[in-house]
């Protein structure tokens, strides 16, 4: 009796695991996963830190003043110079956290994409070292250290600062990218059945040459974006991976434009 | 024979004492056959099991019966989403967006790049010029702003300048 029993249940609940089956089975293939694009911020190389021409001249009224004795001079205008170089560096310093607060909002995926953000991560970490131990080397500074001081830290930020924040920015729009390119892949799956069931029914050479015109621009999206994550990977000068990421997504926005022509020619062959 | 008579003989009807012994004993027997305690635990379980499968499987005809939940639009072998063009919209904007971004980002990068060759340095040097700070061999720019009135003056030197602006300044 119990095995009677037994059996019964179990059928109900193959019964239900198969509703289950195809009900998940047919989860919407396109459930509108539009991402909102992530505000890309650029990050500021060019903050204004209150620092104005007037205050600068404060060095030169220092420098002209007749009252002061030459040794009031050089102190005077050791202080106000240190004063405009902490400030100024004080300024990149809050750059340097804006820049760390965008990259840790960027959600990754995929290994490839924590690795590049980590080595993102690290690379600002540095840059705030280098701020910290610049201003270390203030202290003991005299006219001509501080006047050496901010050269190097102009200079720095010229050849690693900006690039890194270029890379950055580029990597808050790649990683923004990736879901389009998930959303595009489903859809030229579907597509891609869709087409292969028509087809099968009748040959339709304009379905089957637009799809194919789809196909060609998925492909040479996927390379410009595998490239430009290779770009990412290689710490390349960011307007070059820039250029990788507008292709990919130029290419992306073409295969679009072929899908719209696939969903026009289908909705044509579908009985109204 | 009368009715009443013919009932009144029904009362006497017995049944056969070996049979009404036999029967007696099955019943008796029949009693005395109870369930283990497991199995009547596992019979519990199955009901419980049976009962909420059933009600699962009631919901989802429900679903279906009311449109809750449409089997044929995903079953169907030209699948919805390949010719619904608000979602192929809604997927060609999402790229727009990110097409603008890129562009933005290219003439700020670009013009970061720019910025750090020298035909800006003038740019840069101007508010410093009109402070009377930084080299007059520059360009020509510094010129042109020293020789400008008192106003334009007075406006460059309360507009606050960048870091490496600074930093330039600084340095010399």
Redesign the interface.
Known sequence: M?RK??F??AG??A??VC??F??S??????A?T???????T?AA??????????S??Q??VIENDPTLTPSQEVVQELAM?KQ??I??IT??QS?IRSLQSLLSAVPTSTDAERSIKSQLQGRIDDASNFYLLELGKLGGAGIAG???I??D??AW??GTY?PL??QV??FI?WA??QQ?FA??QE?MT??Q??VS??ESASNNADLQSVFNAAYASFETAKNGNSAAEAGLQQSLP??QT??L??QS??A??ET?QQ??K??GI??NL?PQ | MKISELFSQFKRINPDPQYSEKSKRMVLSSLRETMPVR?RG??VF??A??TG??L??AG?FILLATGG?S?N???A???Y?????S??Q??????????R??????S???S??AQ?TTPTISAVMR??M????GTASSTSGGTASSTSGGTASST?????????Q???????
């Open positions: 119990i029993k037994a019964m249940v109900t609940v019964g239900i509703a289950i195809f009900a089975g047919a989860r919407p293939a396109h509108q539009v991402p909102t694009a992530n505000a890309q650029s190389s060019s903050t204004d830190c209150g620092i104005t021409p007037a600068l001249a060095i030169n110079r405009l170089i400030q100024a300024c990149a750059d501080t006047k050496t901010a050269g830290v102009l930020r010229e900006v924040e270029g920015g580029d729009l923004g990218n389009l959303t595009a859809r579907e597509t059945q869709a069931f028509i960011p307007d820039l250029v990421i507008k997504l130029d992306l926005q679009y899908f719209f696939v969903s289908i909705q579908l | 199995e596992v019979m199955l009901r099991l049976e499968a059933a699962v499987l989802f939940f089997g639009k995903y079953l072998p030209v699948q989403a390949v010719i619904d063009p979602g192929l809604a997927e060609a904007q999402a790229i727009d967006i990110q097409i971004l890129a562009n933005l980002d290219y700020e990068v670009t970061t790049a750090s508010p410093l009109a402070a009377g700070l460059a030197s309360s507009t606050p300048l960048t870091v490496d600074a930093l330039q300044a600084l340095s010399q």
